[in-house]
């Protein structure tokens, strides 16, 4: 008990903020297009999905869909790894960092995003060799449809 009363500020002091890589460092494209969802096995029964999930995969039709094209202009002395995690902790992209670097994010069907019911925020890491987060490029799908890139408004699904 003492011992947890004694760890405690230091689980209360501030977490230090991985600073954002600069815009100029950095290029973001969008390649929105228009995709068919996986057709839906109406004889199968997935008990981890809810009704709302179940309908919205029943949908005909292409839907919007998002992928991001994401290329390194430039790095800092001592950025050498990249990975990208999104909010539900999963690994999106892990390469070594490299000027002129590009490679694709699947952030997946805007609708989904926007409802919450997919990944709809990804972080991108560069790493020193010591695996250290050395800055961060921070995207991010408002319920709204706002795209955000660093916390600037790039769009709107």
Same mark, same amino acid.
């Given at each position: 008990?003492?011992?947890?009363?004694?760890?405690?500020?230091?689980?209360?002091?501030?977490?230090?903020?991985?600073?954002?890589?600069?815009?100029?460092?950095?290029?973001?494209?969008?390649?929105?297009?228009?995709?068919?969802?996986?057709?839906?096995?109406?004889?199968?029964?997935?008990?981890?999905?809810?009704?709302?999930?179940?309908?919205?995969? @029943?949908?005909?039709?292409?839907?919007?869909? !998002?992928? &991001?094209?994401?290329?390194?202009?430039? $790095?800092?002395? =001592? /950025?050498? %790894?990249?990975?990208?995690?999104?909010?539900?902790?999963?690994?999106?992209?892990?390469?070594?960092?490299?000027?002129?670097?590009?490679?694709?994010?699947?952030?997946?069907?805007?609708?989904?995003?926007?409802?919450?019911?997919?990944?709809?925020?990804?972080?991108?890491?560069?790493?020193?060799?010591? @695996?250290?987060?050395?800055?961060?490029?921070? !995207?991010? &799908?408002?319920?709204?449809?706002?795209? $955000?890139?660093? =916390? /600037?408004? %790039?769009?709107?699904?």
């Amino acid at each position: 008990m003492l011992l947890s009363l004694l760890l405690l500020p230091l689980f209360l002091l501030p977490q230090e903020e991985v600073p954002y890589k600069p815009a100029e460092e950095i290029k973001v494209e969008l390649d929105y297009k228009f995709k068919q969802r996986p057709s839906v096995d109406n004889l199968t029964v997935d008990y981890g999905e809810t009704r709302e999930q179940h309908e919205r995969r @029943k949908v005909s039709g292409p839907l919007p869909y !998002l992928m &991001v094209n994401f290329t390194v202009l430039s $790095l800092k002395e =001592g /950025e050498v %790894r990249i990975r990208g995690i999104n909010n539900l902790g999963n690994s999106v992209v892990t390469k070594k960092a490299e000027v002129g670097t590009t490679f694709k994010i699947d952030l997946g069907y805007t609708d989904d995003m926007k409802d919450r019911v997919s990944p709809y925020e990804f972080n991108i890491y560069f790493l020193s060799p010591e @695996k250290k987060n050395l800055s961060r490029v921070h !995207l991010l &799908v408002l319920e709204d449809g706002t795209f $955000l890139i660093n =916390g /600037e408004k %790039r769009g709107k699904f």
